[in-house]
Structure formats: C-alpha cells, structure tokens
C-alpha cells in the first residue's frame, strides 16, 4: 500500500519514481527498493527502525539519502550509490566511526549529517572525519574551511588512535546492553507464556473449593461480558503505564521494544472494540405486543407534515450518499429507512397506503422526500387526470351560465333611465332578427284585403 500511495503522482508507476518518501513507516529492513525503483534520486526513509544500510547499491543515480532516525550502527554498503552527494544520519547509534572510510569512494559527496550519534561525541570526532573524507564540504551543517582541513590532516596519525579507543569501549558497552535487553526479552516471554497457561477462572493458581462453589451456582455462570471487559480494559491500562514509567536507555533494542509493546496495545484494543461491538444488544424497532416505536440511529433531522390527503416525510439525508444504501419500507402505521444499515423509524400519526405511497430524493438537497396517501383520500395520477377530463367537459356548460347571468345583469328597466339603453337595443337586433316575422305581416295577392299601390316600389 505504501508504494502505490507513493506512486499516485506517477500514473501508479513505481519503477520509474524519481523520489520517493517511506518515513514513519515502521520499516525495520531495506528489502526490494533496488530492485523495483532504479532511477531514484530522492530517498526518504527517516523515522522507522532500520537497523542496517543495505539493498542501495544498485541506485547509481540516487543523490539524496535520508536515513534518520534509525537503528543503524554502522555505515556500509554505499559504495555503489555513485552519484551520492547527500547523506542524513542524523540520530542513529553509530559508535564504529571508522566505518566512515567506506564513503571514500563517494567522489560527489557533498554534505554529511552525524549529529546526535555516539561517534559524534567522541574527542576529536570532526577533526577525524575532515580528515578522512577529503570530498566533503559540509559536516553537520556546518562549511569545512580549508584551514580546517589542512590541520585535521596534519593531526590524523595523533587523532587516529584516539578514535580506535573509543570505538572499543563503545563497542564493549553495546554488547552488555545488548546482553541485558535480550534477557529482559526472554523474561518478558516467561511472564506471558505464564499468563497464558493460568488457571482457568483466569487467577495465577486455581482454587479448586472456591471454583467449584462458584460453577454450582447460577449467577457465576450468567456473569456478564461486561464485567470481563472491564478487568481486562484495566490490565491494559495498569500494563501501558508500568511500560511508560520504567526508565531505560536509548538503545536499537528499546525503540523496537516500544514498536511492540504499542503493536500489542493496538491489538489489545481492537479485540476489545470487537467483543464491545459483539457484546452490544440489537436494535428494538417493535417490541413483543406488536407495537412500533420511534427509533433514530442515524441521528439525521427529518420533518413531517401532516395534511387532509397525505403525510409527507422529509429525511435529511447527506446529499452525496450513494441511494443504493438506503432501503424504504412504508407500512400503514410507521415508516422505515434503513440508512447504511442503521435503521430510523417513525410511527405516523394516521394510518395510510403503503401500495400509494412514494419515495424520491431530491437532486439539489439530496433529502429523501417520502409521500404517504392517507386511507380514504385518492391522490394518485389516474385519477386526478379524470378530474381534469371531466371539469374540460362541463366547460360549455359552464360557460352557457356564466354567459347567461351576465345576460340578465345587462337588462335594464328603461322607466327608471332618461337616456337610450343603447345595449339593450344592440341585444334586441341580435336575438330578435327581422326575417323571422316576416313571412306573417307580408301580404299575399291572392288577400282579398291586399291593395296594390303603384307609388310603392316592389319588396326585393
């Protein structure tokens, strides 16, 4: 995983990585870096616990190396980084300070970090590796002036011996602590293989009286998780800090000491998390008579409206929640949504049609917006498109006595104007049309009445 993470900025390439960072990552060996990432430049492997240089030297291009914060005792196997003008050591547990010879063959090495080594407190430390690296410019920071070097050289036959010195009695010192943690680990062992093996009502020995009385009664065999979880809980607190309050000194062996003991308090507390999570009872959505009750596990804000033909549940869902992880089951007394497993239900305050109802999300808000028919109301789609059927066809209708009324509000009384109603007379033409009486005032000649003027032109 590190080294895809590492490589997103490449297309997921590692072979072609030109830098690469691997700090606080645990990494106790160097395995496979010179293999899989030959064009490295840049390598950043400070803060893990690396305690030997080795698997580089088929970096020929690499230019940069951090390595602090380690376990490394000894400098090597570096001859074959040849374009190497940078090494950070800084912090490690190097005390074999001649082990520097070996960066002689790093004709482009530049600058050097040692600071806060063993070596770095011996007498004479800088003056012997002035001396011994002619190529470097900078030691710990700090620029190497030629008059400083100049008098390192001249002083090397004096200092050399020196230095052998006291890399013996650092050596002699480091085989003792080495001694002293490996018997301290193989007591550690002990103590939990002892652990391990203890009785089985969990005590270092075993009462057999006490265990018995104790399995024939009910309640010791009922006894709850939680109480075991507890003891447990304060065992691993009590055993954190006796680890944190016993001193001891900065060796390789007590940094890998301290990885372990807080890999095993993860471990410790993972399984923990797992028996609580086991240990916790399930959710009661209805109890045993049937009734439903109100349940909110996913702690989301919701509104619900009530009206005469339906109730309207608004979920607060998170908008960029993928709707396939939520699950809508409407029932005629309560709703229920399963979000991401965590289930909220509500008791509605009116019984309604689960087969009617409705479930959509919003595209803005992403609310889950849930449409609940009321029993005896009618909302759905068909329906309403039969009542607007029905209201085109009465239109005429409608309109028929719309028209009529209106008619009646324009007749006037014309005894109570002064003045012509000229829209009554424009009415009268309209509905009253001459031709209609007509066939009964024109006269017909064969009328024994009729009387022919001459004077009066014939009707067309």
Known sequence: EGWERNAEHNDCVIFSLEELSLHQQEIERLEHIDKWCRDLKILYLQNNLIGKIENVSKLKKLEYLNLALNNIEKIENLEGC?????????????????????????????????????????????????????????????????SERIKALQEYSVIEPQIREQEKDHCLKRAKLKEEAQRKHQEEDKKEDKRSNAGFDGRWYTDINATLSSLESKDHLQAPDTEEHNTKKLDNIEDDLEFWNKPCLFTPES???????MEKQRKNQEKLSEKKKKVKPPRTLITEDGKALNVNEPKIDFSLKDNEKQIILDLAVYRYMDTSLI?????????????????????????????????????????????????????????????????????SSEHINTRSKRMEKLEVDPSKHSFPDVANIVQEK???????????????????TFEDNPEVPPLI
């Open 82 to 146: 040849e374009e190497l003008a940078k090494l950070d050591l800084t912090v490690n547990f190097i005390g074999e300070l001649s082990s520097i010879k070996t960066l002689k063959h790093n004709i482009h090495l530049k600058e050097l970090f040692l600071m806060g080594n063993p070596c770095a407190s011996f007498d004479h430390y800088r003056e012997f590796v002035v001396a011994t690296l002619p190529q470097l410019k900078w030691l710990d920071g700090k620029e190497i002036e030629p």
């Open 255 to 261: 940094r890998l000491e301290t990885l372990r003991h």
């Open 327 to 395: 699950n809508v089951d409407v029932q005629p007394t309560y709703v229920r949504v399963m979000i991401k497993g965590k289930p909220f239900q509500l008791v509605l305050p009116a019984e309604v049609k689960p087969d009617n109802s409705s479930a959509k999300r919003s595209q803005t808000t992403g609310h889950l917006v849930i449409c609940m028919p009321k029993v005896g109301e009618v909302i759905t789609g068909g329906q309403r498109a039969f009542m607007s059927v029905k209201t085109t066809s009465d239109r």
């Open 430 to 448: 309209k509905h009253t049309p001459r031709r209609r009486p007509e066939p009964k005032i024109i006269p017909s000649e064969e009328d024994p």
